[in-house]
């Protein structure tokens, strides 16, 4: 359900811009709102799931995402529009990270990788099967993409209710308001600060106000957070959790996978600018990179139960560094670009789909397990807004031409394999099954 809602946004934005009268940069604000209330919520979120429990708040989500969809639904202003993609924004941040702790709390170790790799397979059956039914929905109007959440929500509601495994409360101190007010003014002047920077004038737009108070802030309010989580008897976020190696590492892999998700965006534009194709033939072109996540996703969660995270790990780093080469040296070949994608496709399903979940699992207390998962959320949202900011700052330097796309995408793909080599320091099959027992 979360998943396609972005599947969906993009077939259904020009209809819903026509609909309230407002340009391309207003209209970005119906993802961007989205975006923002998801990352200030992925840790409160998170929290309030370890110490009510999982099913209890991933009901509340699951409520609250139709009642933001309902909103959206009857908007009778793009104000009102706002408001409910900005609840649903809020409830998603509970979505993803509770469910990969429901997993956990699920299955046995031996059997996680398979149950992660199942749920991410979600996401490229959302990017296959979204833009279909947006599209048959759309002929009867955009709104009832929205309405459709309601019975969605109430079916999800009924399963997870009957299907999520009670857990106690544990016994907790006060919730950690210092800090959650801490962490959302970070995260909110962080990703404030790197949505305004100028992509063709990244040095000049650093000197502007907005931009230079907002990183100013963050770079004040992040030893501020740090201290307040060092004398919190219940913190948010642990501060022990980023002295684990295996945590920054897969924090890192997380940010590196973040980027990638901002470069396959770009790369209908590139296919349409390089082999002539429309825009709308190109977008099509992705649909074997969806597939490839989907298909992915189980079977490197079979391989990650048997082998291990670090093999699945360098494997899909190896795939990700491979396809983005490929794409940008030869990005007229039709052949190569599928071929590419593919690649990317099942190296995103090995890294996103299960691999950094099962780091997470694993090494984080399972009291903390679902604030752990918001770690993974909250890195690829960091990658994901640094990536977009780098890909359109080269391409505009460059024009907007091929070259500046197929530049932009071997600097991503020299990140990945730093990444690739960081990845060798993770633990061997043999160290996690000490965890298990």
Excluded at 267 to 275: I, V
Excluded at 312 to 330: E, K, Q, R, Y
Excluded at 415 to 425: D, E, H
Aim: proline residues 5%; aromatic residues 10%.
């Amino acid at each position: 359900m979360a998943a396609m809602d972005i599947a969906m946004l993009g077939p259904a934005k020009p209809a819903i811009q026509e609909t309230f009268g407002i340009d391309e940069r207003l209209g970005s604000w119906i993802l961007n709102a989205f975006v923002l209330f998801n990352l200030m919520g992925v840790p409160v979120m998170s929290k309030m799931a370890d110490i009510y429990g999982r099913r209890p708040v991933f009901l509340v989500v699951v409520v609250l995402f139709a009642a933001g969809g309902l909103l959206v639904a009857t908007s009778q202003s793009f104000a009102m529009l706002l408001a409910g993609r900005c609840i649903q924004g809020l409830a998603a941040s509970g979505i993803f990270p509770v469910a990969a702790a429901v997993t956990a709390d699920t299955f046995p170790p031996s059997m996680r990788g398979r149950a992660l790799g199942v749920l991410g397979a979600v996401f490229g059956l959302a990017f296959i099967i979204g833009p279909i039914i947006a599209g048959l929905l759309l002929q009867i109007g955009w709104r009832w993409i929205y309405f459709g959440y309601v019975p969605f929500a109430a079916v999800v509601g009924i399963l997870g209710f009957l299907t999520i495994p009670p857990v106690e409360p544990r016994r907790h101190n006060p919730i950690d308001i210092k800090g959650v007010v801490l962490l959302t003014g970070m995260i909110l002047s962080l990703t404030y600060g790197i949505s305004q920077l100028d992509p063709g004038h990244i040095a000049s737009a650093l000197t502007r106000p907005r931009v230079f108070l907002s990183f100013l802030i963050f770079s004040i309010l992040l030893p501020a957070f740090i201290k307040v989580e060092k004398r919190a008897a219940d913190p948010v976020l642990r501060p022990t959790l980023f002295t684990n190696r295996q945590i920054m590492l897969a924090s890192f892999l997380a940010i590196g996978a973040g980027m990638i998700e901002a470069a396959f965006i770009s790369f209908p534009t590139l296919a349409s600018l390089s082999m002539s194709v429309s825009r709308s033939e190109a977008a099509y072109m992705l649909i074997p990179l969806s597939i490839a996540i989907a298909v992915g996703s189980p079977v490197w969660g079979l391989i990650l139960d048997r082998s291990g995270s670090r093999l699945v790990v360098v494997a899909s780093n190896s795939l990700l560094f491979t396809g983005l080469v490929s794409i940008a040296l030869w990005p007229a070949w039709i052949v190569v670009f599928y071929v590419a994608t593919i690649m990317i496709g099942l190296g995103l399903a090995g890294i996103m789909g299960s691999a950094l979940n099962y780091i997470l699992i694993h090494e984080a207390l399972e009291s903390e397990r679902t604030a752990s998962q918001g770690v993974i959320t909250l890195s690829i949202s960091i990658g994901q807004l640094v990536g977009a900011a780098a890909v359109g700052a080269i391409v505009a330097s460059m024009g907007g031409v091929v070259r500046g796309y197929s530049t932009a995408f071997l600097m991503i793909a020299a990140v990945v394999a730093g990444l690739t080599l960081l990845s060798f320091r993770l633990k061997s099959r043999a160290e996690e099954q000490k965890l298990f027992l």
